[in-house]
């Protein structure tokens, strides 16, 4: 009886052993078959196994995912008073600087946005939004139209040839906003909205000397909010800080001064003061002036 264990237990390992031998092997177990980065078929797009990167930590993909919030329903009975201030907005200044920021300038974002018909531009006309650009006035929105030698190369001849001016975001120095300023009855507390967003760029003669500044557009900030929502905004002191363009208006993280309220006579505040710290005064007074309504309106 044992000895017929013992034969079985023979023919049995024998056989495992045969199958094992026989059974054909991983070839990501032979360490010739292993492919190294850089040594694949680049005609196979399948045996390119470099890792794709990704310029920073993780693929940051939440900027694409912000949804801004609607703005609360205000009833016209409450409110009790407002008033209309236009601000000029320097990209110099130290906490503007974000505005110019060399790689993705405010005025890339508002120009790619237009042309993916993502916002509206209007003239400057006037600044009650109600007339959109032409095709042609958004392709001369740079300041019009360059006249350009061409040679012909058989014959030698010049002509010329009109083509659009390509706007240069360094030109963009200021930025002109209109805001309104609210107080509501129901929540007793002074409000803001932004309605505007207009670039300044300086109109140049022929000589290429500046003569004025003047507006290139203006942008209906609260059709513009989520485009605005899904672009980051630099944050100084912090690179993960998750700050849209949208959060920078909201929360007022930029530095500018008044150069106009609504008035009976439509001036600007350079109209009626003609030296700079005067304009710079009453820019302070008018904002004084708005602070105060609200403060004047409780008793102690």
Known sequence: ???????????????????VAQRPGNPQDNPDNITLPGTGDPANPSDNIFITPVNDIVEKRTKNERRILAYENIREADILWQKRVWRVLD?????????????RPLINILMEAANDRKIE????LDDKFTTPLTELERGSIAGGIDTVPVVDPETYEVT??????????????RYRLQEVWFFDRESSTMKVRILGIAPLIDELDENGNVITERPMFWVYYPGARQVLANENAFATGNDAANRSWEDVFESRFFNSYII???NVTDRRIQDYKTDGRERLMEAERIKQEIFNFEHDLWSY
Request: proline letters at 8%.
């Open 160 to 173: 010329y040839s009109l083509v659009p001016r390509e706007l240069n975001p360094d030109d963009v120095r």
């Open 1 to 19: 009886m044992k000895a017929a264990l013992k034969l079985a237990l023979l023919l049995l390992l024998g056989t495992s052993s045969v199958l």
């Open 91 to 103: 990209v110099r200044e130290k906490i503007n600087l974000p505005f110019s920021n060399p790689e």
């Open 121 to 124: 531009l209007y003239s400057v």
């Open 260 to 262: 106009k309220q609504s």
